[in-house]
Protein backbone atom coordinates (compact mmCIF):
# COMPACT_ATOMS: atom_id res chain seq x y z
CA UNK A 1 0.00 0.00 0.00
CA UNK A 2 1.21 3.47 -0.74
CA UNK A 3 1.01 5.76 1.98
CA UNK A 4 -1.54 8.36 1.67
CA UNK A 5 -0.95 11.91 1.04
CA UNK A 6 -2.95 14.31 3.62
CA UNK A 7 -5.06 16.30 0.97
CA UNK A 8 -3.67 19.36 0.32
CA UNK A 9 -4.82 22.44 2.66
CA UNK A 10 -5.35 25.42 1.46
CA UNK A 11 -2.75 27.98 1.42
CA UNK A 12 -3.90 30.59 4.15
CA UNK A 13 -1.69 33.41 4.39
CA UNK A 14 0.29 34.39 6.32
CA UNK A 15 -1.47 36.95 8.54
CA UNK A 16 -1.18 40.71 8.43
CA UNK A 17 1.18 42.79 10.13
CA UNK A 18 -0.92 44.51 12.85
CA UNK A 19 -1.42 47.91 11.62
CA UNK A 20 1.22 50.13 13.46
CA UNK A 21 -0.21 52.42 16.24
CA UNK A 22 -0.32 56.06 15.25
CA UNK A 23 2.10 58.31 16.37
CA UNK A 24 1.20 60.73 19.16
CA UNK A 25 0.80 63.88 18.09
CA UNK A 26 3.29 66.02 18.19
CA UNK A 27 3.53 68.39 20.90
CA UNK A 28 5.42 71.45 18.70
CA UNK A 29 2.48 71.35 16.35
CA UNK A 30 -0.28 71.15 19.08
CA UNK A 31 1.78 74.66 20.63
CA UNK A 32 1.76 76.65 17.54
CA UNK A 33 -1.93 75.70 16.35
CA UNK A 34 -2.48 76.74 19.85
CA UNK A 35 -0.73 80.14 19.74
CA UNK A 36 -2.12 80.62 16.22
CA UNK A 37 -5.77 80.55 17.63
CA UNK A 38 -5.01 82.99 20.41
CA UNK A 39 -3.47 85.29 18.47
CA UNK A 40 -6.71 84.96 16.17
CA UNK A 41 -8.90 85.15 19.14
CA UNK A 42 -7.20 88.80 20.28
CA UNK A 43 -6.63 89.99 16.97
CA UNK A 44 -10.55 89.44 16.44
CA UNK A 45 -11.56 90.88 19.84
CA UNK A 46 -9.49 94.03 18.95
CA UNK A 47 -11.30 94.63 15.73
CA UNK A 48 -14.33 94.52 17.43
CA UNK A 49 -13.03 97.36 20.18
CA UNK A 50 -12.09 99.39 17.48
CA UNK A 51 -15.75 99.20 15.65
CA UNK A 52 -17.40 99.90 18.71
CA UNK A 53 -15.13 102.99 19.96
CA UNK A 54 -15.49 104.57 15.85
CA UNK A 55 -19.07 103.66 16.10
CA UNK A 56 -19.31 105.49 19.04
CA UNK A 57 -17.65 108.50 17.84
CA UNK A 58 -19.68 108.89 14.32
CA UNK A 59 -23.09 108.63 16.00
CA UNK A 60 -22.38 110.73 19.02
CA UNK A 61 -24.48 113.39 19.75
CA UNK A 62 -22.62 116.99 19.57
CA UNK A 63 -24.06 120.15 22.19
CA UNK A 64 -20.90 121.49 21.71
CA UNK A 65 -22.45 124.82 19.83
CA UNK A 66 -25.59 126.18 19.88
CA UNK A 67 -25.87 126.77 16.13
CA UNK A 68 -24.98 122.91 15.82
CA UNK A 69 -27.66 121.83 17.83
CA UNK A 70 -30.48 124.22 16.38
CA UNK A 71 -29.19 122.84 12.77
CA UNK A 72 -29.46 119.24 13.87
CA UNK A 73 -32.73 119.87 15.59
CA UNK A 74 -34.07 121.45 12.33
CA UNK A 75 -32.68 118.58 10.35
CA UNK A 76 -34.51 115.84 12.39
CA UNK A 77 -37.81 117.54 13.27
CA UNK A 78 -38.32 119.65 9.40
CA UNK A 79 -36.65 117.39 6.99
CA UNK A 80 -37.00 113.73 8.61
CA UNK A 81 -40.26 114.95 10.91
CA UNK A 82 -38.77 112.42 13.59
CA UNK A 83 -39.83 113.45 16.88
CA UNK A 84 -37.65 110.63 18.62
CA UNK A 85 -34.44 112.22 16.83
CA UNK A 86 -35.58 115.70 17.53
CA UNK A 87 -36.38 115.10 21.18
CA UNK A 88 -32.26 114.32 21.31
CA UNK A 89 -31.79 117.90 20.82
CA UNK A 90 -34.67 119.54 23.56
CA UNK A 91 -34.87 120.88 26.78
CA UNK A 92 -36.28 118.00 29.29
CA UNK A 93 -38.93 120.72 30.69
CA UNK A 94 -40.16 124.03 29.29
CA UNK A 95 -40.44 122.72 26.08
CA UNK A 96 -43.02 125.10 23.46
CA UNK A 97 -42.60 123.81 19.83
CA UNK A 98 -46.04 124.67 19.62
CA UNK A 99 -45.73 127.06 17.03
CA UNK A 100 -42.98 125.06 14.91
CA UNK A 101 -45.47 122.03 15.15
CA UNK A 102 -48.57 124.50 13.88
CA UNK A 103 -45.62 124.88 11.05
CA UNK A 104 -45.09 121.74 10.31
CA UNK A 105 -48.16 120.50 10.01
CA UNK A 106 -49.35 123.57 7.78
CA UNK A 107 -46.31 121.65 5.44
CA UNK A 108 -48.05 118.30 5.91
CA UNK A 109 -51.23 119.29 4.82
CA UNK A 110 -50.62 121.34 1.74
CA UNK A 111 -48.53 118.07 0.78
CA UNK A 112 -51.65 115.39 1.15
CA UNK A 113 -54.26 118.57 -0.57
CA UNK A 114 -51.94 119.29 -3.39
CA UNK A 115 -50.25 116.16 -3.70
CA UNK A 116 -46.41 117.64 -4.15
CA UNK A 117 -43.26 117.59 -1.83
CA UNK A 118 -42.01 120.40 -0.32
CA UNK A 119 -38.74 120.80 1.05
CA UNK A 120 -37.94 122.51 4.22
CA UNK A 121 -34.55 123.96 4.80
CA UNK A 122 -32.51 127.16 6.46
CA UNK A 123 -30.07 129.86 5.88
CA UNK A 124 -26.88 130.34 8.56
CA UNK A 125 -27.40 130.70 12.00
CA UNK A 126 -26.83 133.10 14.27
CA UNK A 127 -26.16 132.87 17.88
CA UNK A 128 -26.71 135.79 20.26
CA UNK A 129 -26.52 136.39 23.73
CA UNK A 130 -28.92 139.00 26.49
CA UNK A 131 -28.91 138.81 29.80
CA UNK A 132 -27.64 135.35 29.93
CA UNK A 133 -30.03 134.08 27.73
CA UNK A 134 -28.79 132.65 24.37
CA UNK A 135 -31.14 132.28 21.17
CA UNK A 136 -30.40 131.09 17.82
CA UNK A 137 -32.08 133.05 14.75
CA UNK A 138 -32.07 131.56 10.92
CA UNK A 139 -34.44 131.92 8.09
CA UNK A 140 -36.93 129.23 7.54
CA UNK A 141 -37.73 128.11 3.65
CA UNK A 142 -40.27 126.35 2.33
CA UNK A 143 -39.96 125.25 -1.35
CA UNK A 144 -41.91 123.25 -3.30
CA UNK A 145 -39.85 120.37 -4.95
CA UNK A 146 -40.29 121.46 -8.29
CA UNK A 147 -38.94 125.04 -7.01
CA UNK A 148 -41.63 126.82 -8.58
CA UNK A 149 -42.44 128.71 -4.98
CA UNK A 150 -40.81 129.48 -2.02
CA UNK A 151 -41.58 131.12 1.26
CA UNK A 152 -39.27 132.34 3.82
CA UNK A 153 -40.10 132.64 7.65
CA UNK A 154 -37.25 134.26 10.10
CA UNK A 155 -37.22 132.06 13.40
CA UNK A 156 -35.72 132.46 16.97
CA UNK A 157 -34.60 129.50 18.65
CA UNK A 158 -34.05 129.95 22.55
CA UNK A 159 -31.69 126.98 23.75
CA UNK A 160 -29.83 126.52 27.14
CA UNK A 161 -26.87 124.82 28.10
CA UNK A 162 -27.76 121.53 30.05
CA UNK A 163 -25.29 119.49 30.34
CA UNK A 164 -24.86 120.46 26.62
CA UNK A 165 -27.12 122.64 24.18
CA UNK A 166 -30.60 122.14 23.89
CA UNK A 167 -33.62 123.95 21.74
CA UNK A 168 -36.15 125.03 24.13
CA UNK A 169 -38.97 126.83 22.04
CA UNK A 170 -39.22 128.39 18.41
CA UNK A 171 -40.63 131.34 17.76
CA UNK A 172 -41.26 132.80 14.55
CA UNK A 173 -40.09 136.52 14.31
CA UNK A 174 -42.40 139.58 13.47
Known sequence: ????????????????????????????VRLIVALAGGIMALLCLGGVGVFV??????????????????DSFLRAYLVNRDDQEASLYTCKSGLDLSRL?????????REQRFSIGIRADWTSL??????????????????IADGSERTTDRWQFPVIDDDGWRVCGALPVA
Open 1 to 28: MQPSNPPAQPAVPPPAPAAAPPKPKNRR
Open 53 to 70: SFYDEATKIERKAPDAVV
Open 101 to 109: EAFRTDIQS
Open 126 to 143: TVSSDNGKTTVTTDIRRM
